[in-house]
Every structure is written in structure tokens, then in C-alpha cells.
């Protein structure tokens, strides 16, 4: 069997007269649209020299045809190579000196920008803007819709998504056709999708939230997305009587409930709604059930294993945690010194094992051996725990950790305490450098701004709360925390803004 998978994901669909795409604008395309109009993206983007196993770099905006352009690359064998649209020239020739793919694909407005670190990676560049025009579609266009679906082995590559690079150059992780697909069938068992589903897509197509877990997981189960430009809380609460699925950032919950509108009476149509790449804070989590009789359901995962953990569809979904292991996969606590695993509930490093765990970085063979283990398991770099009813726990990123005066501080302990005050909405912690203990803690707090703040009124409810050491020694209120466009929080932008603060 071919396991492309462009194969496995559309032309086993059993109802190919099925809309799996709705526009903004109401236009309707079936999952036969979406054979016929890869098909003659396909045969444009061979007709280019595209061959299987080249890269097809993009940097467009959100559309149907990009959704299109994906599965194209992935029916005519290609690896596909999504930019986020915020990426300068100087950091697009980057990826493209590195993955030289064979296409770069961008939009027309931006072409003339674009055209040197092209032309240094030998990549033919075409265009493709948000109404789907461009040089691209006119060569779609003008080709035939037939097309034969490359094979593929599973362990083939399908995607190549970068990193962000936080910590060094970007990383290109390697996933194969398996990796997507077995990831979705997982998803398509834990959250009971079914064709019947309609699912509210609101988020980057750069990413492999919006790319891979919504667009995989609905074309696997013969499901329906309404198909947004980007978020917006009335469009969102407009369809929403229609819909039946919403995945979002926890920032899309946070706007919504912003909204009078949200209320039981609007959500009732609704069965689920997700919530992932990056931290719900539990007050957003107790609000939202307040405020509309639904549990969100979080869940946990990176671009180098997709989705590996998920609170249950039927069961306690415990506010704070990202649930328990996904169907096939394992996930296990190891001491970050030694590798040695951990009893429950004690936090370490968290490790993943399973179909859905990347193959490698892109040419990197030194980086995949330090993070990737023999036995298959992949360093994950997020400090957690298991507790006694197999729930994941998330506590920072293994960077974060803050050693002061020879003490661990997992941030997040800090910072739940911290949002648990009045007239917080919410923090960060960080440690900074300091001149007698190595690392000193640092909060940064978002204010309500409906009751006045000061350090002190942070620093007294800690005081019985922590023990002194990891007690913040300064606290700075900022009206927002930085954020990548996913949602987390770039803490390392908030230690090179105040790395100096205790320095004398």
C-alpha cells in the first residue's frame, strides 16, 4: 500500500461530495475540489523541477490554496517546508542556505525582498498571495487535475519545520509521511473525531498546530473546517452554533471570554474545544467551564513529536496538566544528570517514545544524537512530573530552571502562586544573573489593572507560601510578556531585557 500521506489522508475519504473546506466568504470546497485542484498543483510544481525528496520552502499567508499547496507537495513526493510569515529576509536566507529546496514559494508582495537569499540557495521562486493569485496558481491552472500519487514509504519524509531557535540556530526536524499519519489516527481515537465534525480553524498554517494536528486529523476523519483568515472572537462566536470542534492557543480562550456574547446558549452546539501550544493558565480553565459548561481539553506536544499527550475526552480533565499518554505513545520522566528514570511524582526531564517522534534535525547528526536516545526515546527539554493518576505534568522548559545559591526553582511553581493573587492576570519568572548566587529569581507580572499593584503586595502572600529561596528578590510589572506567534512566552527576551538587574 502506498503509504503517502496525501493517499492515506484524501483518497480514502468515503464521501468524496463532502465540503472539507469552508471559506470566510461561504465558499464551499469538497474533498473532490481538494483531489482535483492538488492534482494540477502538483503536476505545476513537477513541471518546475520538483522531484521526491525535494524541499518545497513556503512563506505565504493563510488560505485555502496553501492548505492546497501543502497537499501537493506531499502527493508529488516532495517535503514540505512552511515559514512563519514573520521571518525577515535576513532569516529566510537562512532556511533556504540550509534545506535548498527546490521551489520557494512566497508572496507576490514580498518577491523583491526575497529574490537574493533565493537566488543564493538556487531555489525557483513563485508566488502565491492570500486570495490564492499569483504566479504559482497560474501555472496550476493551466494544468491537468489527473495526477498519480508519488510513493512513498512511511519512513520517508513528508515536512521539514524549523525550530525557533531560541537557543541557538533554528533546528529543521525531519517528519515522515508515519509520523503525521500515525499522529493523527492517534488523535482521531482520543478525541472521537468523526466526519460529522466541524471543526473552527483559527490558527497559523506555519505551525504544526494549525498545520498538521486540525488539517491532518480532519481530512483523516472525512471531517469539516470553517476555514478563518485568523482569530477573531465575534467571527468565532458567529459560527460557532454550526461547529462542533475548536482548537486554539490559551490566548484565544483569554480574548473569548473577554467577549459578553460567550454563554452557554452559544456553545451548546459544541462538543470540544482544545487548547495547546503553550500554557493554560487554571483560572482561564475554571472560568471558561463557568462560563460555558465546557471543560477545555489540554494537551501536549512539540514540533519534533507532534501531539504526545492529551487530558481524556471521557474523564477528568484536570486543570494544570496536559494528560495522560496518547494511544502508542510512551512517555516517561528521567533524571536530567544521568538519563536514570524517575518515580512518579518526581520531576526531571521529560522523555517521548512513539510513531509520532520525528526522524531527526536536518543535517545535524551531532544535535539528533544528543536529543535523540538509541532506544528511540526523544530529551524533550521540558522539566515535569507523572503523578499517581498518569497525568503529565508541564513545570518550565529545562533552560528555564533556575539554580540560586545550589537550589532547583521549577518557575512555574513560582508562577502559580503568583497568579493566584489579586490583580494578577498573569507571570513569567526567570532567573537572572547574580554576582552571590549564581542566579537570582526575577517575576514578572501582568497586572489586571483593576486593583493597583506593588512588589510588596507581590512579595507578602510568597512569603507564606514558598520557602525564601524561591522567593522572586525583584518583581517588575509589565503590561504584556512577550510572545511568539504561537502563544508562549519568550522568556529568554525577558532575561536579555533585564539581565542586568542585580549586577552591581
Not at 480574548?255 to 454563554?263: G, M, T
Not at 511553581?413 to 494578577?424: L, M, N, Q, R
Not at 510568597?462 to 520557602?467: G, H, I, M, S, V
Amino acid at each position: 500500500m502506498n503509504s503517502n500521506l496525501f493517499s492515506r489522508l484524501i483518497q480514502q475519504t468515503p464521501d468524496p461530495s463532502r465540503t472539507a473546506i469552508e471559506t470566510a466568504s461561504g465558499a464551499q470546497i469538497t474533498y473532490s475540489d481538494l483531489i482535483a485542484r492538488s492534482g494540477q498543483m502538483a503536476n505545476a510544481l513537477v513541471a518546475q523541477g520538483v522531484a521526491p525528496g525535494d524541499r518545497v520552502a513556503v512563506q505565504i499567508e493563510k488560505s485555502v490554496e496553501a492548505i492546497i499547496l501543502y497537499l501537493a507537495t506531499v502527493r508529488a513526493g516532495a517535503v514540505f517546508l512552511p515559514l512563519n510569515t514573520g521571518y525577515t529576509p535576513a532569516e529566510i536566507e537562512y532556511f533556504l542556505g540550509d534545506a535548498r529546496p527546490a521551489v520557494f514559494v512566497c508572496d507576490p508582495a514580498r518577491q523583491a525582498s526575497l529574490e537574493v537569499a533565493a537566488r543564493a540557495s538556487n531555489a525557483k521562486i513563485l508566488t502565491l498571495d492570500a486570495d490564492g493569485q499569483g504566479s504559482l496558481m497560474t501555472a496550476a491552472e493551466a494544468a491537468p487535475e489527473g495526477f498519480e500519487t508519488v510513493e512513498r514509504a512511511g519512513a520517508d519524509l513528508a515536512a521539514l519545520l524549523y525550530t525557533s531557535g531560541t537557543t541557538g540556530r533554528s533546528k529543521g526536524a525531519m517528519l515522515s509521511h508515519e509520523n503525521l499519519y500515525s499522529n493523527a489516527v492517534a488523535l482521531q481515537d482520543a478525541w472521537r473525531y468523526s466526519a460529522s465534525d466541524v471543526l473552527i480553524h483559527a490558527l497559523p498554517i506555519f505551525h504544526t498546530h494549525g498545520l498538521f494536528v486540525a488539517t491532518n486529523l480532519t481530512f483523516l476523519a472525512g471531517a469539516s473546517m470553517i476555514f478563518l483568515p485568523k482569530f477573531d472572537a465575534d467571527r468565532i462566536l458567529d459560527v460557532m452554533p454550526r461547529a462542533t470542534v475548536l482548537m486554539g492557543v490559551p490566548t484565544f480562550y483569554v480574548r473569548l471570554l473577554e467577549s459578553p456574547r460567550l454563554d452557554p446558549q452559544v456553545t451548546s452546539h459544541m462538543r470540544l474545544f482544545i487548547s495547546g501550544s503553550a500554557p493554560l493558565l487554571a483560572e482561564t480553565h475554571r472560568e471558561w467551564q463557568a462560563r460555558t459548561g465546557h471543560a477545555i481539553l489540554e494537551r501536549y506536544g512539540m514540533t519534533e513529536t507532534n501531539m504526545s499527550t492529551s487530558n481524556p475526552y471521557e474523564g477528568e480533565r484536570i486543570a494544570g496538566t496536559v494528560g495522560q499518554p496518547l494511544p502508542g505513545v510512551e512517555v516517561i520522566v528521567t533524571d536530567p544528570e544521568t538519563g536514570a528514570p524517575l518515580p512518579d511524582g518526581e520531576i526531571g526531564m521529560i522523555e517521548v517514545r512513539g510513531p509520532n517522534v520525528f526522524c531527526g534535525y536536518w543535517q545535524m547528526p551531532e544535535k539528533t544524537a544528543a536529543e535523540l536516545r538509541e532506544n528511540g526515546y526523544f530529551i524533550t527539554g521540558d522539566l515535569g512530573m507523572v503523578d499517581d493518576k498518569g497525568y503529565v505534568h508541564i513545570v518550565g522548559r529545562g533552560k528555564d530552571l533556575i539554580i540560586s545559591g545550589g537550589y532547583n526553582i521549577y518557575p512555574k511553581e513560582v508562577e502559580t502562586e503568583i497568579d493566584a493573587i489579586t490583580g494578577v492576570n498573569e507571570s513569567a519568572v526567570i532567573g537572572l544573573p547574580h554576582s552571590d548566587f549564581g542566579e537570582a529569581v526575577a517575576a514578572v507580572v501582568v497586572p489586571t489593572g483593576k486593583v493597583a499593584l506593588t512588589e510588596a503586595d507581590i512579595l507578602a502572600p510568597l512569603a507564606e507560601r514558598l520557602a525564601r529561596f524561591k522567593q522572586p528578590k525583584r518583581v517588575i510589572f509589565v503590561e504584556e510578556l512577550p510572545r511568539n506567534t504561537m502563544g508562549k512566552v519568550q522568556k529568554n527576551l525577558l532575561r536579555d531585557q533585564y539581565g542586568a538587574l542585580f549586577q552591581k
